[in-house]
């Protein structure tokens, strides 16, 4: 089971301050919208998110359908498969897809200490 392009989305609390900081670790601006209050910056194959006010802790983010340079795959696990497997292991979900729907959606699940994991698929 493939869980996507892997990011971590770190809670900000000023989206300038933490993208000047982490650009002077040498990430790069690579989409977003500051006056939005996201970006999402990269440092060769690595990913940060940076969200003020959008997320209530920090967390693991994984995106199925897309590479790590946010190009569309061809063939991926969709994110109601991946929900599916994980239901039928006994995870449980803090936030469901809808089994009903195709295309963009996303889950929730919190691991053993508490970290959130969000599978989000952007195809």
Request: charged share 25%.
């Amino acid at each position: 089971m493939e869980l996507g392009a892997f990011s971590i989305s770190l809670t900000v609390k000023d989206i300038e301050a933490s993208k000047a900081f982490y650009e002077k670790l040498g990430f790069e601006f690579f989409a977003g919208d500051v006056a939005q209050d996201w970006v999402i910056l990269r440092n060769g194959d690595t990913v940060i998110g940076l969200f003020q006010g959008m997320l209530a802790k920090n967390t693991l983010t994984f995106n199925p359908g897309w590479s790590s340079n946010a190009q569309e795959l061809d063939v991926f696990t969709d994110v109601r498969d991946i929900q599916r497997h994980l239901k039928a292991q006994g995870v449980e979900l803090l936030t469901e897809a809808d089994e009903d729907t195709t295309g963009p959606a996303s889950f929730v699940v919190v691991d053993p200490d508490g970290n959130p994991i969000l599978i989000d698929q952007h195809v």
